[in-house]
């Protein structure tokens, strides 16, 4: 049998050392991080720590006040070789210990669900419990409290009506490490009332008459509430007759009738007509006047070219620079807006909606002979 020295001393080289160190390196090689949720198996405890296996290099510890509120030692929850979800409390300490909560676990669970909530953009219910600076306080359904500003409310009067009942709340921001959940329930009633906008739009077809009431006045048209949706009647739309501002014919408040002539759901845009649910007037004036009559008029607008003139109600015809220049010289004083005029129709053509104008029968002739 050989023989060996009493005393043996083993020499390990330093890449041996490494290499065993990086095993231990890879099997415990675990991100226990803050908030998270690790499984665990109970190896024992005493009157103050539970001791877990969790896979770490050494076992965590959680505290006998870490139970669940229903129990008061670990006997009562805990046994011992049996897997248990823990939250990690604490991470890593010097001595690479965790320290866990069972507690927890459940307000872990509620947060996690509230992240994927937030991934995805769900409604969540919650009870307003009570009004603080900025904002009010929200009791939601999983135990956890949310805090949403008043420029998220629908409107910042009254919040104090508003404590005790359930809303619907759409998440902003989720922080579990801060305890931080930011709430909006305009959100909510902005996407509501985009999907009755769609929903109304689907509904709305070209040639629909409705009534609507105006909303907004503006130098380019009037904006009517359809009902949810909100149509432009355009200036040149709103009568056969010239239109300065919106003003002049409408207010706000007022319930007009329109017709839908056109809808871009694309653009959730409506375009609307007045005049088109009018008699228009050019047909009437086709079988009312003809070339070479005399009528009366109002001049309503003047250009360099000429004069406007209404001579029927809707339709206005031209009377040309030239026309005003004699006119002026002749009687000694200058035309204005409002002022009315005899004048003669020298062209018609009211198929082309075009009417010229004179002072005189001789400019009828005029007219022709230069045809």
Same mark, same amino acid.
């Given at each position: 049998?050989?023989?060996?020295?009493?005393?043996?001393?083993l020499?390990?080289?330093?890449?041996?050392?490494?290499?065993?160190?990086?095993?231990?390196?890879?099997?415990?090689?675990?991100?226990?991080g803050?908030?998270?949720?690790?499984?665990?198996?109970?190896?024992?405890?005493?009157?103050?720590?539970?001791?877990?296996?969790?896979?770490?290099?050494?076992?965590?510890?959680?505290?006998?006040?870490?139970?669940?509120?229903?129990?008061?030692?670990?006997?009562?929850?805990?046994? =011992? *070789?049996?897997?248990?979800? /823990?939250?990690? @409390?604490?991470?890593?300490?010097?001595?690479?210990?965790?320290? #866990? %909560?069972? +507690?927890?676990?459940?307000?872990?669970?509620?947060?996690k669900?509230?992240?994927?909530?937030?991934?995805?953009?769900?409604?969540?219910?919650?009870?307003?419990?009570?009004?603080?600076?900025?904002?009010?306080?929200?009791?939601?359904?999983?135990?956890?409290?949310?805090?949403?500003?008043?420029?998220h409310?629908?409107?910042?009067?009254?919040?104090?009506?508003? =404590? *005790?009942?359930?809303?619907? /709340?759409?998440? @902003?921001?989720?922080?579990?490490?801060?305890?931080?959940?930011? #709430? %909006?329930? +305009?959100?909510?009633?902005?996407?509501?009332?985009?999907?009755e906008?769609?929903?109304?739009?689907?509904?709305?077809?070209?040639?629909?008459?409705?009534?609507?009431?105006?909303v907004?006045?503006?130098?380019?048209?009037?904006?009517?509430?359809?009902?949810?949706?909100?149509?432009?009647?355009?200036?040149?739309q709103?009568?056969?007759?010239?239109?300065?501002?919106?003003?002049?014919?409408?207010?706000?408040?007022?319930?007009?009738?329109?017709?839908?002539?056109?809808?871009?759901?694309?653009?959730? +845009?409506?375009?609307?007509?007045?005049?088109?649910?009018?008699?228009?007037?050019?047909?009437?004036?086709a079988?009312?006047?003809?070339?070479?009559?005399?009528?009366?008029?109002?001049?309503?607008?003047?250009?360099q070219?000429?004069?406007?003139?209404?001579?029927?109600?809707?339709?206005?015809?031209?009377?040309?620079?030239?026309?005003?220049?004699?006119?002026?010289?002749?009687?000694?004083?200058?035309?204005?807006?409002?002022?009315?005029?005899?004048?003669?129709?020298?062209?018609?053509?009211?198929?082309?909606?075009?009417?010229?104008?004179?002072?005189?029968?001789?400019?009828?002739?005029?007219?022709?002979?230069?045809?």
């Open positions: 049998m050989p023989s060996f020295p009493h005393h043996l001393t020499t390990v080289s330093e890449d041996s050392k490494r290499a065993f160190e990086a095993l231990l390196e890879g099997k415990y090689n675990y991100a226990f803050r908030g998270e949720i690790v499984s665990g198996t109970v190896v024992s405890w005493d009157s103050n720590y539970a001791y877990v296996d969790v896979g770490a290099k050494t076992n965590a510890l959680l505290p006998v006040k870490e139970l669940t509120e229903r129990a008061t030692a670990f006997s009562d929850e805990l046994e =011992v *070789g049996k897997d248990y979800d /823990f939250y990690i @409390l604490r991470e890593e300490d010097d001595e690479s210990q965790l320290t #866990l %909560s069972l +507690r927890r676990v459940q307000q872990a669970y509620a947060w669900q509230l992240a994927t909530k937030l991934d995805t953009d769900e409604l969540i219910e919650g009870t307003v419990s009570s009004v603080v600076k900025g904002g009010l306080l929200i009791e939601l359904e999983s135990g956890l409290r949310g805090f949403v500003p008043s420029s409310m629908r409107s910042r009067n009254n919040l104090e009506s508003l =404590v *005790g009942q359930s809303m619907p /709340f759409k998440l @902003l921001s989720v922080d579990a490490l801060r305890n931080n959940i930011i #709430l %909006s329930h +305009r959100k909510v009633l902005a996407e509501q009332q985009q999907e906008r769609k929903e109304l739009f689907s509904n709305l077809k070209t040639g629909e008459v409705l009534e609507g009431k105006v907004r006045l503006t130098s380019f048209g009037a904006f009517i509430d359809l009902g949810g949706v909100d149509g432009l009647l355009p200036l040149s709103m009568s056969w007759r010239w239109v300065e501002h919106p003003s002049d014919l409408l207010a706000i408040g007022e319930t007009v009738k329109v017709e839908v002539i056109g809808v871009d759901e694309e653009r959730q +845009r409506v375009s609307l007509s007045a005049k088109s649910l009018m008699k228009d007037p050019w047909e009437e004036v079988e009312l006047m003809v070339e070479g009559q005399q009528v009366e008029g109002k001049i309503m607008r003047l250009k070219f000429g004069a406007f003139v209404e001579i029927h109600p809707g339709v206005e015809a031209l009377l040309p620079a030239r026309e005003l220049q004699n006119y002026e010289e002749a009687e000694g004083k200058h035309v204005e807006v409002g002022m009315l005029l005899n004048t003669f129709i020298v062209k018609f053509q009211p198929e082309e909606r075009r009417i010229s104008l004179g002072f005189s029968e001789a400019s009828v002739a005029e007219e022709h002979v230069e045809v």
